[in-house]
């Protein structure tokens, strides 16, 4: 829910700092280790703020150990196995040259490819 209250830009800078400072930081760990879903979750919080906020935020962020340890618990909880409108999509656009996938962006890329 916080991702979407960062996404509407209604979710305090102040928060998000509280919940990435040092103090917190064993909390988070220990939250992101407990499930892929928790996982998942701390993934998509730091990718929101990276994206979202990636010119007004200037707070801490979690380190890199952190992301890179919760991104090993979630690989394969979110690679997609396979691409249900691929066929469609390449005969709609003319051929498989137009169709892309495994596209990546600047924020987090979680998963095998």
């Not at 991702?3 to 979710?11: A, G, I, Q, S």
């Not at 890179?68 to 999509?89: E, H, M, R």
């Given at each position: 829910m916080s991702?979407?209250?960062?996404?509407?830009?209604?979710?305090p800078k102040t928060l998000v700092e509280n919940i990435f400072?040092?103090?917190?930081?064993?909390?988070?760990?220990?939250?992101?280790?407990k499930s892929k879903g928790n996982a998942y979750n701390v993934l998509l919080l730091y990718s929101a703020v990276k994206c979202i906020y990636y010119n007004e935020y200037n707070g801490p962020l979690p380190p890199k150990s952190l992301i890179?340890?919760?991104?090993?618990?979630?690989?394969?909880?979110?690679?997609?196995?396979?691409?249900?409108?691929?066929?469609?999509?390449?005969?709609?656009?003319g051929g498989q040259q137009y169709v892309l996938t495994k596209i990546f962006y600047q924020g987090i890329h979680i998963g095998r490819y």
């Open positions: 991702v979407n209250f960062l996404m509407l830009h209604t979710f400072c040092g103090n917190n930081i064993s909390n988070l760990e220990k939250y992101g280790n890179d340890s919760c991104a090993s618990i979630v690989q394969d909880f979110v690679t997609p196995k396979n691409y249900p409108l691929k066929g469609a999509l390449e005969i709609g656009f």
